[in-house]
Structures are given as structure tokens and as C-alpha cells.
């Protein structure tokens, strides 16, 4: 039980980090396909 | 008479080079600067646009914001890669996952759980290391977020959506898309893992096509001798190892879209990514059945990383002899039954 919950502590915590690394390099949509003349 | 004639040819010759001219700009304005069919041109014929839509082409007008792929009016492989997913997989899942539950509960019910026939000895020995349940709880977890919410993805809208409402179906497909991208890295990390730790174990050999021919010991009660992994554990190994690289692979080039590749390579990475995926899930169905319910004993071996000597001599019957030769004869005496390996 201890390694399960360990595992399922290691996963989250490597999700939360790929989360951060990818909001930090894809911008949203309306940003990335927009021109700089729109106003967001 | 000469000068009126000169005067007559040069009138002429103007004349045919206007024409000329008269008749070619149009053509050209008919195309875009990359040879595509401009649509908006005022002289378009519409045979010119059924010539431009045949074999994957496609018709593109123009765009002044950043995005030119927006630019694209209509591209035909669209509909069928939209036909696809709306249709083909959605049979292809249906049948896979569907089936496999229907072979299970069938199964079972004439089969019936594999027994330990033995019964259980009172002596353990080591299965799994900690590691090793790590990894693997890690993926399987993994794993099974992703199943879920890859298949809201296909099953979601019609089956799920009519249910709940429109509001919470969006809800929750936001935060199962989430999960399903983030997880996504422990899972490609587990694969990673697994790949490694277990490879050596893993590859085929005699043993495994004379465990085949007795049926595993699965059909019958027959118990044909393996090492630490059988036929069907390699089976399940290899499908986890290249199903999960060929998923990590297709996914991220979803995930990153139009960074390594066009609209027909992500439609392509999209079709391999969904069949994989549903195979995949229809397979581990499988592994989690004779992992849990369908085999006596098995679970223990992942759930608490020991299994009874009895289980092992049944199952893996080389593996227990390489292992009593590694440690001695005594070593599985030295572990009490509720005693886990960690």
C-alpha cells in the first residue's frame, strides 16, 4: 500500500511539473494565433 | 502604300500582343502566388475547383493574421480523417474494449478462477521489489487516468454528454483533457522504466512456445514451467513497451501541434495514437483480470511484492529453482506470510 500511494504521490507530482514546463513554453490559442493589433 | 502596310502590321501585332496578354492575366489570377487555386478570383471555373480537391489537394483562399494555415477553404482528407474519428474508431473501440469484456466474463464463468491447487505453503518469497511496484503503480495509474480520459475523448459525447448535460460534459472533458496531457509524463517515464528493469526477463525462448503449446496453464489445468516472466507476461510486456512508445510518441505530437509536422501528419499521429490506444486498453484489460480476480495469488505478487512458494512452483516453476539456487533452499522460510518485501 505504501509504494502504491507512493507511486500515485510521484505521478502527481511529475504531472504538476510537466504542467508548469508546458504553460511555459504553448501559449493559449487566441494568443498564438492572433496579431498584435488584437486586443486580449 | 508601303508606310500603310508597315502601319497596318504594327496595328495588327499590337492588337495580338493585347489579346494575348487579355487572355493570360486572367488564367494567372486564377492561382495563388504557391500555384493553388485561388477561389476568389473572379474567373474561377468550378471544374478548376474539383481539379484542385482531387487526390488529397486541397483549395486555400488568403489570410492576413499570422496563422496561414487558416487560409485552407476546404481540404477533403479532412472529412475522411473526421469520418474516422466519428465513425470507424468509435466501432474499432466499441468491438475492442466491449469484446474483450464479454471474452472475460465468459471466461470466467466457464473457467472460473485459476486456483492454487497446492494451496498455500505458509513460506514467501520475493516477486517484485519495492522499485519495481513502484513503477509499475506509477504507470498503471497512469494508465488508467489516460484510458478513461482518451476514451471521453471518442465514447464521451455520445455517451456520457446525454447523461450529465452539456455544462458538466464540458467540465469534466476540461479536466480529463488536463490530466490526460500532464499524466502523460509519469506514464511515458513508467514505460521508460519498465522498458529497462524488465527487459531481460522479457525476451522470448523455448520455453515460452512449450508454455504456449500447454496453454499457460490458463486453459486446462495444466502447469507448464517458466521463468520469472511467462509467454503471456512477455506478451503483456512487449504490448506496454512498444504500444506505450508508439501512444508517448503520437500523443506529443498532438500535444505540440504543427511543431514536427502538418495538418496530415497530425491526422495520421491522431488515427495511430486512437487504434493503439484502444487496442491497448482492451490488452490491459486482460492483464488486470488474471492479475486480480482470474488467478489465485497473483496479486499479491505486485499488491505486496511476495508470493507463496506453492504459487511460484505452480506458475514459474524455473524462476522459484533460480532463485532457491541464488539465495538457498531456506531464504522463502525466512519470510512470514503477511510480511511485506519492502
Redesign the interface.
Known sequence: M???L???V??IV??????FA?NAV?KPAEQ????TGVRL | MARCLARARFIIGAWVILLALAIALPASAQRNPDGSVNPTASAVKEQQLLNALQSGGSISGRV????QK?ANLIHPAGRDWRQFHEVTLRWIGAIAVLGMLIILVAFYLVRGQVKLESGYSGRRIVRFN?FE??????TA??FIILALSGLNITFGKPLLMPLIGEGAFAAWSQWAK??H???????A?GVFCILLMWIAGNIPNKVDVEWLKRGGGIVGHDHPPAYRFNAGQKMIYWIVVIGGTAVAVSGYLL??PFYATGIEGMQLAQTVHAIIAVLFVAAMLGHIYIGTIGMEGAFEAMGE?TVDVNWAKEHHALWLEQEMARTGPNESQRQPMAT?A?
Open positions: 505504501k509504494t502504491f507512493l507511486a500515485c510521484a505521478a511529475i504531472a504538476t511539473a510537466a504542467g508546458l504553448q498564438a494565433y492572433s496579431t | 492576413s493574421i499570422p496563422d487558416s519495492a511496484r513502484f513503477v509499475h503503480w506509477m495509474t497512469c488536463y490530466a496531457n500532464y499524466l502523460s509524463f509519469p506514464f517515464i500535444m505540440f511484492g511485506p519492502e
